[in-house]
């Protein structure tokens, strides 16, 4: 929870910033994004892997049909953070201020829809 409001809250700050001066992000920061999703998207991985294999089966042998549900939800996961992922790579080799504006507003509006369906994930759980 912590490091997706993080990671929200900085790509808001970039995008405002990016907008206000007209300027392009500082590629420093948007490594350290990349890096710190990066790390996130791995945990997120792992916690839906031992899910998968360990608490999933589980369920289904006490409410058949459970499982899918949760499948279904990890498979959109993986689907934001594939997105998120191709939108960071191309924030990192852009130049032009205009397309990582554009960029930027994107990957505020997948962070806010990955952060919404993970909470929603979290509470479930």
């Given at each position: 929870?912590?490091?997706?409001n993080f990671l929200?809250?900085?790509v808001s700050e970039l995008a405002s910033a990016s907008s206000n001066s007209h300027g392009a992000p500082n590629p420093h920061t948007v490594t350290f994004i990349a890096q710190r999703f990066?790390?996130?998207?791995r945990m997120v991985e792992e916690h839906s892997?031992?899910?998968d294999i360990v608490v999933l089966?589980?369920?289904?042998a006490r409410v058949p049909g459970i499982?899918?549900?949760y499948k279904d939800e990890?498979?959109?996961e993986r689907e934001l953070f594939h997105a998120l992922s191709l939108h960071l790579e191309k924030l990192q080799c852009v130049v032009d201020v205009d397309e990582s504006g554009v960029l930027l507003r994107k990957l505020r509006v997948l962070l806010k829809i990955l952060r919404d369906d993970m909470l929603a994930h979290l509470d479930e759980e």
């Open positions: 929870r912590t490091e997706l929200l809250s900085r990066a790390l996130l998207q892997r031992a899910e089966p589980a369920l289904d499982s899918k549900k990890h498979d959109g």
